[in-house]
């Protein structure tokens, strides 16, 4: 079956940036063929964030959280989805996942990426 696979995180100071990616593994699957493709994050004992959307017309979305500091962006010809972080803060640590939105079961959850913000 189909699989979201997450990378591009690691560990960083804050104020700092990092880019994550997003594709897919297994299956037949087109980014073209899905509205809204979005971020997510998830610390232990917490449920699930929405951090951005990108709808497949141009548009986005973004947590109060993150707005001003992360941009989503999405490249459907290339079957790939990107969020970069800027002036990154420790509460922005977290394992980062990405999906369509809302999720569904035609696509699995992936590993996702650590993203690990010091002060």
């Known amino acids: 079956q189909a699989q979201f696979v997450e990378s591009g995180g690691g560990l960083v100071q804050s104020g700092g940036s990092l880019r994550l990616s997003c594709a897919a593994s297994g299956g037949v699957i087109k980014f073209s063929n899905i509205e809204n493709l979005a971020w997510y994050r998830q610390v232990p004992d917490k449920r699930r964030e929405l951090v951005a959307e990108a709808l497949d017309d141009g548009s986005t979305y973004y947590s109060a959280a993150v707005k001003g500091r992360f941009t989503i962006s999405r490249d459907n010809a290339e079957n790939a989805l990107y969020l970069q972080m800027n002036n990154l803060k420790p509460e922005d640590t977290a394992v980062y996942y990405c999906?369509?939105?809302?999720?569904?079961?035609?696509?699995?959850w992936g590993q996702g990426t650590q993203v690990t913000v010091s002060s």
């Open positions: 999906n369509q939105y809302p999720p569904d079961r035609s696509i699995l």
